[in-house]
């Protein structure tokens, strides 16, 4: 009976807890939230009636509107690091050809829906890089052989015919690879030591011909380069300085055209004949930099040349394809920075324009937005020089403008609408992506503010593998009239070294342009501490240990503070942790000194994990039953890292440690037997959450770890990791995930009085947000209840459709989830990016500090209106009683 109270009493705590938090009703879809889906950069595009299907580098096969450029369909395949589209052809179903090393899928599928008919596998014997070409109704699986022979196997596609694969083997001594070779229709051309090596594979008993690059096009020629050209008759370029010539394939014979293309060109079938479209730079027309040209496919005359409207700001084009109807001929452009352009000719305008560098985010930031022009006004309403009547004229018009508003609307905050609400929930989210190309997104209504692209830019490789580009935030915008300013640190493509960008987060203009430096960033920190000009600067350390401070007129501001600066590295190769100190400076230059390492290996490390540099503790302790407080442990320089050991007996060993990042000290440890990743940390307060898959028994677990100091706290006032008495106490809970998680974030809110949500990113696509009272340790020997607001252990963590935040909207290939706070302190901001981006707010407290928004607020008015009436007419009535008292 006692054991049926406890379950009962926890459901019912459950339920209320859920339904008083987490509920959306029907009208609220979409009030606050919103998403952008998008399929990235495309490989192979083939037009089809009213639709264009492409499929993309993130192994994405979709049909997108041809009048819009929206996503009609969607198909993701396998992971793109694991398998990627080799082969794309579009008849009466669409056929792909996917996947990498010995194991391919053939599939096919339905041309309106995308719905999947038919896969079957092929299979090969070497895991070595693989072409496939198709003619006349028939697959070719070309393998080469580096230094021996090329293998194909041919498959019918007909349905109807049972003929079993063949295999033939072609000697080609001078292969080394696929790099230089391409196909073309029933032809596999390659490029080796100026030589033209082809072969038709329709001819029985057909070997390689060889034809001189000098004969073939007619010219000594350097730096030769053979590009595909995708069309019906066997055709490549070959490209030599900046020009190409088309070679067409005959059997065992080249005709070469005589005349000259550029390397972007493409053909294109109209009324029966083909047509080369080719890019070339304009520079006849400043406003209109590139130019479209159009030649005969047989003789090479010149039909038509437009001048295209292309938008400032987007990287160099090429040609993916195009289709003609009528006298109206359609090109898909595609970019260096991933955009993707629909271009009408002969009009030469843009049709509509797809970011799909927005599939790839690396980096985000939310920025405040400025006060408006008007409420600037009343902030420098003393700064005025003018005496006191211009202060006293300057305050009329000023609230003569703030009546204007109230009645009129607000037009005079902005003519952008960029402008700070009174809760926060406007904001800039600034997001850089693998493209190397700035986004500035409008959270009210994600649309893009502003875009920069940043040419020849790499991201940096985390210790798991894992992109990333860093981001900093220097100065909000909060500190009218100057300007908020962010910092972009990256790398060269070519060099490796930094790159160094500052700009301004609300209209992205940058004064000073790309820096680029003379040395490769190991580690980058944002200090704390404020120059003159509000700016916080940023330490640079290089790979060489040399510290490099932006902007170098901020040494004066952090001189004092250099003896308690402190930062960490980590060397993925060694498993090593090192702690520099800048104490030992000199008195105009930066020195830092290593203080202390903890190497790790022969363990690998795959995960570490600050605690945001923005989040507050609300509360120091936790009420026990007895009502004595629990001190907890609220250390800002702690890390937890996570690493993976190989073990002969457990196959797999994780471990989690936590190192106190000023002194080195390891504060505690705990290791997980046959165990294994993918880990995800998450760290807050005095807490840490870690998830990883438990080989034994088959299941993805959550572990939780709670730190205390005790009931005594010995850093009232000043944390300080050098004061350490004790080692905190430790509590610690394991409970089931019925999920797989691909990424893990924190709640975070202004002043941290709201109670903390995990949110956890599914491989199903849904984003559950589960509290964090729920995964709590519980102490043991003390009770637990609703008094004691707490939960009693639950083996396996519940997870309602209820909790989910993006409802029914599945994102796919989450990579990040980025949270920030708004003013309310109930309630935060939500970015979940991958191959979709959508934002929302949560509330996990509910929205105590803020109305609802159906709200009667007529009803309250009335309300209030009669009771003031009603005071007054009780008020009159007790006068004249007091007065025919006293008469009496």
Known sequence: MANFRSIYKVQVFLTILIHLTLALYEDQVGKFDWKRSFVGKVKFVSWEARRIIVATEENVLASLDLKT??????????????????????????????????????????LNTGGLLNEWPLNAERIIPSAFSIADGKL????????????????????????????????????????DCVTANSHFVCLKSNQIYFIDLLQENSEFVSKPVETVIGTAAYNVVLIQLNQEEAAVLVRYSNEAKLLVLKGNDIITKSFNVMPNAVTVSEEGRKVIYQLEANDNNKNKLIRVNSKEYERGRDLLGVDLDYPVGLGAPIILGGFTRGSVTDLLLSTTDHALLLVRLPEGKILWTREEALSSILATEFIELPVSELDASIEHEFDESGGLISMFTHRISTQVNQLYNLLFGNQLLSSNGMVRDEFGLHKIIVVATRAGKLFAIDTLSGSIAWSYRLPNVQPFIRINGEEKVVLLVQRTAQYAPLPAQCILLAQDAITGQGILFQFDPISGHSSEGIQRLSYKIFQAVLLPHQNKNFLKPVLVLSDQNEPHLYPIESFSTIKSYLSTTFLYTVDPITSTLTGFSLRYSEENSLRVVPIWDVKLSPSKIVEVSAKHPNERVHSQGKVLYDRSVYYKYVNPNLLAVATVNPDQIHRTVVSIYLIDGVTGLVLYSVSHKRAKGPIYLVHSENWLVY????????????????????????????????????????????????????????????????????????????????PWLLLQPRFPGMPCGLEESCIPYIPEIPLHSEAIINYNQTLSRIRGIEIAPARLESTSHILVHGLDIFYTRVAPSKTFDLLKDDFDHRLIVLVLSLLIAASFITKHLAARKMLKQAWK
């Open 691 to 770: 998830s990883y898959f438990n080989e034994r028994f088959r299941r993805m677990e959550v572990s939780a770890i709670e730190l205390y100091e005790g009931h005594l706290q010995t850093n009232s006032t000043v944390f300080s990791s050098f004061a350490v008495h004790q080692l905190p106490d430790i509590q610690s809970q394991s409970y089931i995930l019925p999920a797989v998680p691909v990424k893990m974030a924190v709640t975070l809110t202004e002043r941290g009085i709201t109670n903390k949500f995990l949110l956890i990113a599914l491989s199903n696509g849904a984003v559950v947000e589960i």
């Open 140 to 179: 070719f699986h070309l393998v080469p052989i580096a230094g021996s022979h090329l293998e194909f196997t041919v498959y019918s596609l007909s349905q109807s015919d049972k003929v079993k694969p063949s295999v033939r083997k072609v000697s080609a001594p001078w292969l080394t690879g696929t790099s």
């Open 69 to 110: 450029g929206d996503i009609q369909w969607r198909q993701l395949l396998e992971e793109p690091s694991d398998s990627q589209i080799q082969l794309l052809l579009v008849g009466k179903e669409i056929l792909t050809v996917s996947g990498s090393g010995n194991n391919w899928l053939v599939r096919t599928w339905e």
